[in-house]
């Protein structure tokens, strides 16, 4: 099956800076999601973005298809950005989504 | 609209013994799935149902059956629980339509001793 990775694995930030995080996939995707995990455990969707770029507030994502990765930016980061953050993905003829390890961003007063 | 409702939200269990987390979502989405999460691992998918009436096997679906009981009640069932099914249960759901997102429950905490 499709092998998604995630990186950084852990982020610390200081309020205020801005950071990106990198998913990369193994084969071409029909879905690319972003999601963020709170520290509650919450998962909220944060973008659909198989390819090209979209905006959010202070989040934005961008997926290059073609080369296989994704990226998410986030900034003037807040300490309420602290959480997990997951890619997602779906490819071939499935229409189920295998998840990367996430990367576990904690932001700083 | 409650979105996707779990419940418990928490339980322990002793090897061995059986239960079933429920699952109900009122956004009249076709797709249902089951999910867990354990530490360092993202989520892995258990089982889904792409409409009501049937079921698929995700990548970890061994110890666990499934059960859509109608289109809004997709139910997961441990019939002799195991140490190593100890984790953060997940259940989502989703529309058929295209560019369709997957809404996640909050989640129940198992404690398999």
């Known amino acids: 099956g499709i092998q998604v990775e995630q990186s950084p694995p852990d982020l610390i930030l200081q309020e205020g800076a801005n950071s990106t995080l990198r998913c990369n996939f193994s084969?071409?995707?029909?879905?690319l999601q972003w999601f963020h995990q709170n520290p509650w455990g919450q998962l909220i969707n944060l973008f659909y973005?198989?390819?090209g770029t979209k905006q959010n507030g202070r989040l934005s994502a961008t997926t290059v298809a073609t080369e296989r990765y994704s990226l998410l930016y986030i900034s003037s980061s807040q300490t309420t950005d602290s959480g997990v953050y997951f890619c997602?993905?779906?490819?071939?003829?499935?229409?189920?989504?295998?998840f990367g390890k996430g990367t576990m961003l904690l932001v700083s007063p | 609209n409650a979105g996707v409702t779990q419940t418990p939200k928490f339980q322990v269990l002793k090897t061995g013994q059986s239960m079933t987390l429920q699952c109900a979502q009122d956004?009249?989405?076709?797709?249902m799935y089951w999910y867990r999460q354990d530490p360092g691992m993202g989520l892995r998918l258990i089982y889904y149902s792409a409409s009501e009436g049937t079921t698929d096997k995700g990548e970890v679906p061994n110890g666990y059956n499934v059960s859509r009981l109608n289109k809004r009640e997709f139910s997961l069932r441990l019939e002799s629980a195991a140490p190593s099914q100890t984790s953060v249960y997940f259940c989502a759901s989703s529309s058929n339509s295209p560019q369709e997102t997957q809404y996640f429950g909050p989640g129940t905490r198992l404690l398999v001793l």
């Open positions: 956004m009249n989405h076709n797709s």
């Open positions: 997602a993905v779906e490819s071939g003829g499935y229409s189920t989504l295998t």
């Open positions: 084969d071409s995707v029909n879905n």
């Open positions: 973005i198989p390819s």
